[in-house]
C-alpha cells in the first residue's frame, strides 16, 4: 500500500499542505500566521480561556502560544487584563480590532479552500465533516495519549 492509499498519511499530509496555504494567505493579507489566527478564534470562543488550555487544545506548547499572544498583544489584536477575582490570573481576550481580524481571517480561508470544497459537493462535504467529527472523537477520547479536552465545543 503506497502513501496515497494510506489514510493516516493522507490525513497529516492534508492538513500539512492546507496549514502552509492557509498560513501564506493570511501573512499576505492580514500580516499574522495561521497559529495566531487559531488563538484568536480560541479566545473569540472563550476569552476566559488560560494559555495552558489554548495549548492543549491546539496541540502547541504553552511557549508557543505565550509568544504568538506576545506577537498578537503587540499588533494591538488582543488585550491582557489581570482577573480582579484572582489576582495572579491574567485574563486574555481579543480588542474589537482582534475579532474583525479573525473574521476577516476567517473570510480569507473559506475562500481560499473554497473551489477545493465546491468541488466535492455539499453532501461529501457534509459527509467528510460527520466522519472527521465521530474519528476526533474517537482518538481524542479520555485516556488516549495526546488527547484533548476542548473547550472548543468539539
Same mark, same amino acid.
Given at each position: 500500500?503506497?502513501?496515497?492509499?494510506?489514510?493516516s498519511?493522507l490525513?497529516?499530509?492534508l492538513a500539512?499542505v492546507i496549514g502552509?496555504?492557509?498560513?501564506?494567505?493570511?501573512?499576505?493579507?492580514?500580516?499574522?500566521?495561521?497559529?495566531?489566527?487559531? *488563538?484568536?478564534m480560541?479566545?473569540?470562543?472563550?476569552?476566559?480561556?488560560q494559555q495552558?488550555?489554548?495549548?492543549d487544545?491546539?496541540g502547541?506548547?504553552?511557549?508557543s502560544?505565550?509568544?504568538q *499572544?506576545?506577537?498578537?498583544?503587540?499588533k494591538?489584536?488582543l488585550? *491582557?487584563?489581570?482577573?480582579?477575582?484572582?489576582?495572579?490570573?491574567?485574563?486574555?481576550?481579543p480588542?474589537?480590532?482582534?475579532?474583525?481580524?479573525t473574521?476577516?481571517a476567517g473570510? *480569507?480561508l473559506?475562500?481560499n479552500?473554497?473551489?477545493?470544497f465546491?468541488?466535492?459537493?455539499d453532501?461529501?462535504?457534509?459527509?467528510?465533516?460527520?466522519?472527521?467529527?465521530?474519528?476526533?472523537?474517537m482518538v481524542?477520547?479520555?485516556?488516549?495519549t495526546g488527547?484533548?479536552?476542548h473547550?472548543l465545543g468539539?
Amino acid at each position: 500500500m503506497g502513501p496515497a492509499n494510506n489514510l493516516s498519511y493522507l490525513i497529516q499530509h492534508l492538513a500539512t499542505v492546507i496549514g502552509r496555504q492557509s498560513d501564506q494567505a493570511l501573512q499576505e493579507q492580514l500580516g499574522i500566521g495561521l497559529s495566531q489566527f487559531k *488563538i484568536l478564534m480560541v479566545l473569540e470562543w472563550n476569552p476566559r480561556v488560560q494559555q495552558r488550555a489554548i495549548a492543549d487544545s491546539l496541540g502547541q506548547t504553552e511557549a508557543s502560544i505565550s509568544r504568538q *499572544i506576545k506577537l498578537l498583544k503587540s499588533k494591538k489584536l488582543l488585550v *491582557i487584563k489581570q482577573d480582579p477575582q484572582n489576582r495572579r490570573r491574567h485574563i486574555t481576550a481579543p480588542t474589537t480590532l482582534g475579532m474583525q481580524v479573525t473574521e476577516a481571517a476567517g473570510n *480569507i480561508l473559506h475562500r481560499n479552500l473554497g473551489p477545493e470544497f465546491a468541488g466535492l459537493g455539499d453532501d461529501q462535504v457534509m459527509q467528510l465533516v460527520t466522519g472527521l467529527q465521530k474519528l476526533h472523537r474517537m482518538v481524542c477520547r479520555p485516556g488516549r495519549t495526546g488527547a484533548c479536552d476542548h473547550q472548543l465545543g468539539l
